[in-house]
């Protein structure tokens, strides 16, 4: 799915390396590492939005400086931090965005598209929030039409940036449950950085640490929540 | 400073001591104004009053005395005659010119602008200085160039800096004769600068050729029945403004036997007319004058609705003969403006003559 | 509400044509199209500047408000606009070059029009530019207000040193009016803003995706720096053509689209261009009726009546904003 092969990453210093490392699909991957430890650029780097300094990232067995801008929004979806700011988008527009790379250059929505969105929709169970303005949601509502539109992107890798950041406890449990059940039912690789280990560690099993001294990205198996803390923050 | 040195030796040319202190005692004789509405001149002992007239409100604006009396003190006091005039109204140059007293000139606006070559050449050998419009006055300059009177296009309000150059006995007179409205009436300033540099029997003189000129000329097409229609002025932004009926060039219109298309309009100053009206009122109007262009190009460059008037093929024309010519002249030629007025009406008139202001547009 | 937009346009239209200053019947109308007879001064009117001047204000309100709305929504910014941004200036200032510079052929119309349209690219391009470098949205503005004084100082540098009649001709031309247009010129202006607006319409999918921000459209699969070449050169074909021949005209593109978005609740750009375009000339057909109706009373250039409008309905978004 995803493949790491020695790499280095970062803005020109270099924030964080990681030696081979294999990312399956069916998989919740969480991302834990010190404030500044690099998680953001690690999800940027994936995602294409900064280059890689040293080193390959493979996806689905090509690496991703092949991937084009066009090619890649059909292999792997994007939730950023922060919802965007919108006046007068409904979140089933909003969901609808993620067909975009699948459209034609007039941005027509075709059958299979309304299919896409209309699973996309009732996978995260938000029927009721589709006609509503985003700008109107709760944080938790939001962060669940933001993973529903990643869903209708229908790709085979989904990156959260901190997908649990402004959500309150059961809002929180809710959306990791759910893409948990994504990952599984969906076949997808999810990896989405935290800070929850606690509740993250009910709900995953791998989970990318970024070594506090080496700088190292290491992925551990069923880690204990004192292992991660060790090597994360110690 | 240069100015202190002047007041301890005032100047003397051409008036001996003596006439000047016969002067002081005298009343001269009495100065007419006949057609000008905006100032007045009284004779008093030892010189004159002068009243300027506000043109708008037609109330004495301001008083000044005139006087050959130099021990005389006071705000409003100007003492004849009076050297060293800096003159930033071009229809004042152009009057001193005529009274043959460019060399009283110490400074003047703005050098492009300027027609007389005698003034160009004494700004040439630096006897004459450029001070820009009375919006901003440079006072130091003004002080250094000993300059002791401004003359200035007055807009109803004392310009930046006119009270500290009081302050420094130097005196202004705002210049109201662009707001007359009877041609001789602008002519008719030539008096004033007369007195203040006591030339003022040829100011009179000069005047009244120019009075007899006017009426001969007045008098030949009084009764001439043939009389072209006229427009005047030009589309601006989406308005024509064009002289009102009872203004200036309406009265020089009718005087020079044209009937102007809005002759019947009140006021003495300006009318704005929508497009649309201007075009249906002169699609056969013979002449047009003062597009304020000098060529067609330009002219419909500006406004390409200037084709559907009646006068476009053949009968435009704009005081573009030398502008500066007509700016600095034509306040104290109306006979000539007069003259090529009816040239331009009535050309079988006179056929010798020549347009001496005026040109036509191609 | 499309619906009634159609509806009210020619609504705007016959308004319009009835504030004139002559009484002109329909049927000279007509025939002034059809059957023009040059020595019938209701027909000569009606098609030498009536036509014209409605089909101005039609295509003034309609270009600037779409060229506002792609400005809107490729800055993500409310209060972006041609003017506010200082593309009208680009335009103005390479006016000002063609016209002062006293060459002939850049000061005819043709080369008006390209100029506009250079400068308005070229000052498009330099915000483009400068929304690289900073972070805020105010500070984009307050670039865009420090190009627009720079132009303007630079305008009066050429404006001293010009002679009077070219500086008669700018002057008059940056008063602003929709009478300049003649009707011979119609076709092939109209061919310049058709191209401009279905050049927008063509942008509906990008536009759409900007809404989220320029990341998300970009992992969305949006190629931003050909898309924003591609919306700054169609506002600058809008923005060009219409200050080319009528002036600056301030806050139509600013207060319409928004106008239009509050009234449509939505950001769809198909719809929003639409609207914006039948809004955008409707208000200005409406608001040079008035003026034609005040012209017996007082002289209110366009540029003028469209500030004292759109001011107002501005400040009243921005405090809607930050409520």
Redesign the interface.
């Known amino acids: 799915m995803i493949a790491l092969k020695n790499i280095r990453i970062g803005y020109s210093d270099g924030l964080l390396h990681a030696e081979n490392i294999e990312l399956k699909s069916g998989t919740v991957y969480i991302l834990v590492g010190k404030n500044g430890a690099g998680k953001s650029t690690f999800l940027k780097t994936l995602?294409k939005?900064i280059p890689v300094l040293s080193g390959e990232i493979d996806i689905n067995g090509t690496s991703i400086g092949n991937i084009t801008?066009?090619e890649?929004?059909k292999e792997m979806?994007?939730v950023?931090v922060h919802f965007?700011h919108?006046?007068?988008?409904r979140s089933r527009?909003?969901i609808s965005?993620?067909r975009?790379?699948y459209?034609n250059?007039?941005?027509r929505l075709n059958e299979i598209d309304e299919n896409e969105i209309q699973s996309a929709i009732s996978t995260l169970g938000v029927e009721h929030l589709s006609d509503r303005?985003t700008s109107e949601l709760s944080d938790g509502e939001r962060q669940l039409v933001a993973i529903a539109k990643a869903v209708a992107?229908k790709t085979s890798i989904i990156l959260l940036d901190e997908p649990t950041a402004f959500l309150d406890y059961s809002n929180k449990k809710k959306v990791l449950g759910i893409l948990k059940q994504t990952a599984e039912q969906l076949d997808k690789c999810i990896i989405l950085s935290a800070h929850d280990i606690d509740l993250c560690l009910d709900f995953a099993s791998y989970f990318l640490i970024v070594d506090a001294e080496t700088k190292e990205l290491k992925l551990l198996q069923d880690p204990s929540k004192e292992e991660i803390i060790k090597v994360a923050f110690d | 400073m240069s100015s202190c040195q002047d007041k301890q030796q005032p100047k003397q040319d051409e008036l001996s001591q003596q006439e000047l202190i016969s002067k002081k005692d005298e009343t001269p004789s009495k100065v007419s104004i006949e057609f000008a509405d905006n100032f007045l001149i009284e004779s008093i002992k030892g010189g004159y009053r002068l009243e300027l007239i506000d043109p708008n409100s037609h109330e004495v604006e301001s008083t000044y005395e005139l006087t050959y009396d130099q021990t005389k003190k006071g705000e409003n006091v100007i003492h004849l005659p009076m050297k060293n005039l800096a003159v930033l109204s071009q229809t004042s140059v152009g009057m001193l010119s005529k009274l043959d007293a460019l060399d009283v000139i110490t400074g003047i606006s703005n050098i492009d602008y300027v027609y007389s070559p005698i003034i160009k050449e004494r700004f040439k050998n630096k006897k004459i200085r450029q001070f820009g419009d009375e919006s901003n006055v440079p006072i130091e300059k003004i002080v250094e160039s000993s300059t002791k009177l401004i003359i200035y296009s007055g807009f109803g309000s004392e310009f930046d800096g006119e009270g500290k150059l009081r302050k420094l006995g130097i005196q202004s007179i705002p210049n109201y004769e662009w707001r007359e409205t009877h041609p001789l009436g602008r002519a008719e300033w030539i008096k004033l600068l007369g007195i203040l540099i006591d030339k003022s029997e040829k100011a009179e003189k000069v005047f009244n050729e120019i009075k007899t000129n006017y009426e001969d000329l007045k008098w030949k097409v009084r009764d001439l029945n043939d009389q072209p229609s006229v427009i005047s002025g030009n589309?601006?932004?989406?308005?024509w403004t064009a002289p009102a009926g009872e203004s200036y060039m309406a009265i020089l219109f009718r005087d020079a036997g044209a009937n102007y298309v809005y002759e019947s309009s009140k006021g003495t100053g300006s009318i704005?007319l929508?497009?649309?009206?201007v075009?249906?009122d002169n699609?056969s109007t013979q002449f047009w004058l003062n597009p304020?262009?000098?060529n067609k190009a330009?002219l419909s460059?500006?406004n390409?609705?200037a084709q559907?008037i009646g006068a476009y093929a053949d009968g435009i024309y704009c005081y573009s003969h030398e502008?500066n010519q007509f700016w600095e002249m034509s306040a104290i030629e109306p006979d000539f403006l007069l003259a090529d007025f009816i040239h331009i009406f009535h050309p079988k008139l006179e056929p010798n003559s020549t347009l001496h202001f005026y040109k036509k547009l191609k | 509400m499309l619906l009634i937009f159609l509806l009210l346009l020619p609504v705007a239209g016959v308004v319009h044509f009835m504030s004139?200053?002559?009484d002109i019947g329909f049927g000279d109308l007509v025939n002034s199209l059809f059957n023009f007879d040059e020595t019938n001064?209701q027909q000569?009117?009606a098609r030498?500047?009536?036509i014209p001047r409605m089909f101005t204000a039609l295509i003034a309100g309609a270009g600037l408000s779409v060229a506002g709305l792609l400005m809107q929504t490729l800055f993500n910014n409310p209060l972006a606009g041609p003017y506010v941004l200082g593309i009208n200036s680009g335009a103005s200032l390479f006016v000002a070059f063609s016209i002062m510079t006293g060459i002939p052929f850049l000061?005819s119309d043709l080369g008006i029009i390209t100029n506009a349209l250079i400068g308005a690219l070229i000052f498009g391009l330099i915000i483009s530019l400068f929304s690289e470098l900073v972070r805020s949205q105010i500070s984009l503005l307050l670039i865009g207000i420090m190009l627009g004084s720079f132009t303007s100082a630079i305008v009066s540098l050429l404006e001293v040193s010009s002679d009077?009649?070219e500086l008669?001709?700018f002057t008059?031309w940056a008063?602003?009016?929709?009478?300049?247009?003649?009707f011979d010129q119609i076709p092939l202006i109209s061919v310049v803003f058709i191209l401009g607006i279905v050049g927008s319409l063509?942008l509906?999918?990008p536009l759409?995706?900007l809404?989220?921000?320029q990341?998300?459209a970009?992992?969305?699969?949006?190629?931003y720096k050909r898309t924003r070449f591609v919306i700054i050169a169609i506002t600058a074909i809008l923005t060009g053509l219409i200050t080319a021949f009528c002036g600056p005209i301030a806050f139509v593109g600013l207060a319409v689209p928004n106008l239009v978005?509050i009234l449509?609740?939505?950001?769809?750009h198909g719809l929003l261009i639409v609207s914006s375009a039948f809004i955008g000339g409707i208000f200005v057909l409406l608001c040079d009726a008035l003026?034609?109706s005040l012209?017996?009373y007082m002289?209110i250039?366009?540029n003028v009546l469209t500030s004292i409008i759109g001011a107002p309905i501005v400040v009243l978004l921005i405090l809607r904003k930050l409520r």
């Open positions: 995602s939005q801008a066009r890649l929004p979806s994007y950023p965007p919108m006046d007068y988008v527009e909003f965005a993620g975009a790379p459209t250059a007039l941005g303005f992107q | 589309f601006y932004s989406d308005q704005f929508p497009i649309e009206k075009v249906a699609r304020g262009v000098s330009t460059e500006m390409p609705k559907f502008m | 004139g200053h002559l001064t000569l009117i030498e500047v009536r000061s009077a009649s008669k001709v008059l008063l602003g009016s929709l009478s300049r247009i003649e063509f509906i999918k759409n995706l809404v989220l921000g990341n998300q970009r992992l969305l699969g949006l190629n978005r449509l609740k939505s950001q769809h003026i034609q012209e017996n002289v250039p366009i």
